[in-house]
């Protein structure tokens, strides 16, 4: 399974940004897809998850601001981000989780995308 992100960009406080998570690749099928973002200090943050249920969960300081979604036809996955801060500045992952054909679990990571949010 291949993961490409896209989206990032610089854009100014309270503005926004859509990240999109594009999975290509065989597997049975698709579990949990997460968004994390790696901090100027290294720092790795989940900022959110969607279940294979549909139910989402949120970092704190995001609730609200943050929508993620997924579309399984498209094979595509997105980070909506409103009324984005300065403190929302960093490299945003994709993650996502996938059950393979003959039933194991496997984990992928897409490359980041950098998202700037200037003051």
């Known amino acids: 399974v291949q993961l490409q992100a896209s989206g990032g960009g610089v854009v100014q406080t309270g503005g926004s940004l859509t990240l999109s998570c594009k999975y290509t690749g065989p597997f049975y099928s698709l579990n949990r897809v997460s968004w994390y973002r790696q901090l100027y200090d290294d720092t790795r943050e989940l900022v959110a998850e969607?279940?294979?249920?549909?139910?989402?969960t949120y970092l704190d300081s995001v609730k609200g601001r943050f929508t993620v979604s997924g579309d399984k036809g498209k094979k595509t996955a997105h980070l909506q981000m409103n009324d984005l801060k300065p403190a929302d500045t960093a490299v945003y992952l994709c993650?996502?989780?996938?059950?393979?054909?003959?039933?194991?679990?496997?984990?992928?990571w897409g490359q980041g995308t950098l998202v700037t949010v200037s003051s």
């Open positions: 993650l996502v989780g996938v059950i393979k054909h003959g039933g194991a679990p496997a984990d992928y």
């Open positions: 969607l279940e294979p249920s549909g139910a989402t």
